[in-house]
């Protein structure tokens, strides 16, 4: 149980394209899912929280307009890097959080490795 | 301000024991996780603690005292495939996790 996916799990884009990520928890309803961002080397960086049919709350330092968060529904939460740079690339990690396993535990995706030529 | 420190990184031998310590100042505390990651990968749950004392998982035990804002992650009959960083985290009073750096254990034969 608390299996999460990630869609694509490695993509390749040129630079000013939007990239989408999907984040699906596939056996349990996630009332929150965390979008996640970590540079080679580096701890994670937690982007946003997102909860279900409302607005993504983001961290500091973390433009909204560029990395737009859609969480549709209780099991599918979207990424989108819109108008992408080399700064960019990185590797992008969902969790999910919801009733599954053990409460108040974040079950996180395989992550999505973006580089941006 | 709020922070966690476990030791950059850490060596062990094949087949012996390792104790991974975290300490951590957080306004509040709502649980205390670890979790595993190895290089390239997506962090994977290990063990929750949200009382003290010990939690027995297998190879893997987590121990917490909240009062010393302490906890410890230890790993018996180590294998070469727990080479990887292992990451203390901490849920505060609003239910925010605190990361911290991780612990890069390398293990060697």
């Known amino acids: 149980g608390a299996v999460v996916s990630q869609h694509p799990s490695w993509v390749i884009c040129k630079s000013g394209t939007s990239v989408k990520i999907e984040c699906r928890s596939l056996?349990?309803?996630?009332?929150?899912m965390f979008w996640y961002r970590q540079f080679p080397k580096q701890s994670l960086m937690l982007m946003a929280t997102?909860?279900?049919?409302?607005?993504?709350?983001?961290e500091q330092g973390v433009e909204k307009d560029k990395f737009l968060i859609n969480h549709a529904s209780l099991t599918l939460s979207t990424l989108t890097v819109t108008s992408a740079h080399p700064e960019d690339s990185s590797f992008y990690i969902c969790?999910?959080?919801?009733?599954?396993?053990?409460?108040?535990?974040?079950?996180f995706g395989p992550g999505t490795r973006l580089t941006v030529l | 301000g709020q922070n966690i420190d476990q030791p950059t990184e850490m060596t062990a031998t094949e087949g012996a024991i390792v104790q991974i310590n975290c300490t951590y100042q957080?306004?509040?505390?709502?649980?205390l996780f670890w979790y595993q990651q190895h290089a390239g990968e997506a962090p994977t749950f290990l063990s929750y603690?949200?009382l003290d004392g010990l939690e027995e998982k297998g190879r893997f035990s987590s121990f917490l005292s909240r009062s010393k804002g302490y906890s410890y992650l230890l790993l018996k009959e180590l294998q070469m495939k727990d080479s990887a960083s292992y990451l203390c985290?901490?849920?505060?009073?609003?239910?925010?996790?605190?990361w911290g750096a991780g612990t890069k254990l390398i293990i060697k034969p």
């Open positions: 997102s909860n279900e049919g409302s607005k993504a709350t983001y």
């Open positions: 969790s999910a959080q919801g009733l599954a396993g053990e409460s108040d535990t974040q079950y």
């Open positions: 603690n949200v």
């Open positions: 056996d349990f309803q996630a009332t929150t």
């Open positions: 985290a901490v849920k505060d009073s609003n239910y925010q996790l605190i």
């Open positions: 957080t306004s509040g505390f709502n649980g």
